[in-house]
T-cell receptor, first 110, second 115 residues
């Protein structure tokens, strides 16, 4: 069992739909990261959070430390949101390196 | 452009050859990370530097892999006697500070194909 698991692996939505991507982890963490990866490889950090909720534009990230679960929400989805979304954790005892989930491929159709 | 840069962006080599990749982090970022990503998978940690000190290495990093950050600025990752299983995207990231949690900033990656 991977230390970080995401669901779903693939997600197809229509423009305007509300999207949720889930992440569960099995280790103690110091922080959880949501990242976006576009074709060609470039990775952009969206959020780093250790408690509660963060919002940036149409993106919202939440974390429940007790349940070891995080969600990434996209409101009013748009085709330009199409990308791979990756959940990663900084472990309590692993220094600052990241342990990644396998990613969720999101496709938003017009 | 003041982001993380990596060179080359693509490298095709024959099995058994040595390859070297370079990463230039964001200026004054103390921490530098190397990750490897194969197709359809999330990245995996390889190694991590705090300034010029290599603080952690993954078990994935066999003795054919070596990384350096000689002056605490740019870093190189060398793979000796490449194997087809080394084909992957090699990602570099940097972050500021020496303690605590920090956002990591990723470079565009170097895609290695071993024939």
């Amino acid at each position: 069992k991977n230390e970080v698991e995401q669901s779903p692996q693939n997600l197809t939505a229509q423009e305007g739909e509300f999207i949720t991507i889930n992440c569960s982890y099995s280790v103690g963490i110091s922080a959880l990261h949501w990242l976006q990866q576009h074709p060609g490889g470039g990775i952009v950090s969206l959020f780093m959070l250790s408690s509660g909720k963060k919002k940036h534009g149409r993106l919202i990230a939440t974390i429940n430390i007790q349940e070891k679960h995080s969600s990434l929400h996209i409101t009013a989805s748009h085709p330009r949101d199409s990308a791979v979304y990756i959940c990663a954790v900084s472990g309590e005892t692993s220094g600052s390196r990241l342990t990644f989930g396998e990613g969720t491929q999101l496709t938003v159709n017009p | 452009d003041t982001g993380v840069s990596q060179n080359p962006r693509h490298k095709i080599t024959k099995r058994g050859q040595n390859v070297t990749f370079r990463c230039d982090p964001i200026s004054e970022h103390n921490r530098l990370y190397w990750y490897r990503q194969t197709l359809g998978q999330g990245p995996e940690f390889l190694t991590y530097f705090q300034n010029e000190a290599q603080l952690e290495k993954s078990r994935l990093l066999s003795d054919r892999f070596s990384a350096e950050r000689p002056k605490g600025s740019f870093s190189t990752l060398e793979i000796q006697r490449t194997e087809q299983g080394d084909s992957a995207m090699y990602l570099c990231a940097s972050s500021p500070g020496s303690v605590g949690r920090r956002t990591q900033y990723f470079g565009p990656g170097t895609r290695l194909t071993v024939l």
